[in-house]
């Protein structure tokens, strides 16, 4: 097993800077996800660690070796990518012997490896089938399957559930996170998917245009996110973010369509006339008829769409000229049309510099 370093990595595509300078300190064992939107440059840090893209400055260190100028096949490591890449004139077997075969691996050891990594993912009754006969989260399978066989120190993974149905991804999720706990292979998983970041990672890198905004525990980047970008990014719904000017001493803040008391933590630390971004997440807006556990601000909202989920409703409506979501019980959810007093938990909010986006801390 290994560590992954990667310092001040950067990459151009001639005049076009994809990535400026990563910095990122993955742990021996840790399962590492790097996400963002399309474009941020996710991808192209794992295929530089990989060895498929060359990188323009910088240092990659895969446990003690710097691989910057080492092939893919020096670096130790196994990759499984979103299309499954699987030969269909060959057998499962066939597929998962196939990397072995390459470095002259004796049978013996290869029908060991193939057999152990087949038990291991469920799949040793499809190992005589082609992979035509087989449905998505089987292929996937095997494609980890070939990744495991090689037992390498670094298992990189790029967006390998994109091509699965919903509840498929929901499954397939949770057996590749089973199985990194198992096999306790250093594991970096590139997705864009916010909510398979925040179930399967140790830690989560967020990208944006190349920069890194934020690396810590999912629990880190949810409750205590590093900018405004990061708020809106993690979280299902998203954060709600509300542009507000600070009045009266530092103890009122007034955006469009809304006015409310300074949370008590950040009273001694805003000045009067600051530009700030107000968030709450949609969790902590409730009905008039709940019960608040604190001091609360209130938000008029006129609400445009209900969606009923069964176990809550996620309420969408207007603040003046922006919007806003709520998670509510579908016993005290309002109805389309209607105008209503949601109340924000002060202890809750999180406030940002508005022209910087950086958290204002406190």
Request: charged share 25%.
């Amino acid at each position: 097993m290994a560590r992954v370093t990667l310092r001040d990595v950067k990459k151009n595509y001639g005049d076009v800077t994809v990535i400026e300078k990563l910095n990122l300190e993955i742990k021996d064992e840790e399962f590492v996800v790097l996400v963002g939107p399309s474009g941020c440059g996710k991808s192209t840090a794992l295929r530089m660690v990989a060895g498929l893209e060359e990188i323009t400055a910088g240092t990659i260190e895969i446990g003690d070796r710097v691989v910057n100028d080492l092939a893919p096949k020096e670096r130790d490591i196994a990759m499984v990518f979103q299309s499954y890449a699987l030969y269909p004139h060959m057998t499962v077997r066939e597929n998962l012997e196939f990397g072995l075969r390459l470095r002259k691996f004796p049978k013996e050891e290869m029908a060991r490896l193939v057999n152990d990594a087949a038990e291991i993912l469920g799949i040793e009754t499809f190992l005589d089938r082609k992979p035509k006969a087989l449905s998505g989260g089987q292929r996937q399978r095997v494609a980890v399957g070939r990744a495991i066989v090689r037992n390498p120190s670094v298992f990189l993974f790029d967006e390998p559930l994109s091509n699965l149905d919903a509840k498929l991804r929901v499954q397939m999720r949770a057996e590749i996170s089973k199985l990194q706990r198992r096999l306790k292979t250093t594991t970096i998983y590139v997705t864009h998917d916010q909510i398979e970041a925040m179930t399967m990672g140790d830690r989560i890198a967020i990208l944006k245009d190349g920069d890194l905004q934020q690396f810590g525990t999912p629990l880190e980047l949810y409750e205590t996110p590093a900018n405004s970008f990061v708020a809106s990014f993690i979280g299902t719904p998203p954060m709600n973010l509300l542009t507000a000017t600070v009045g009266e001493s530092g103890a009122r803040l007034r955006g469009a369509g809304f006015e409310m008391a300074v949370p008590p933590r950040f009273r001694d630390s805003l000045e009067e006339g600051r530009d700030v971004v107000v968030g709450i997440r949609p969790e902590h807006l409730l009905a008039e008829s709940e019960e608040p556990q604190g001091e609360v601000g209130t938000i008029t909202v006129d609400v445009e769409v209900v969606e009923p989920l069964g176990h809550e409703n996620i309420v969408h409506g207007a603040v003046a000229d922006a919007f806003i979501t709520a998670t509510m019980d579908p016993q005290t959810s309002p109805q389309v049309g209607d105008r209503v007093d949601l109340r924000a938990e002060l202890e809750w909010i999180h406030l940002f510099d508005a022209a910087s986006t950086s958290r204002i801390s406190v």
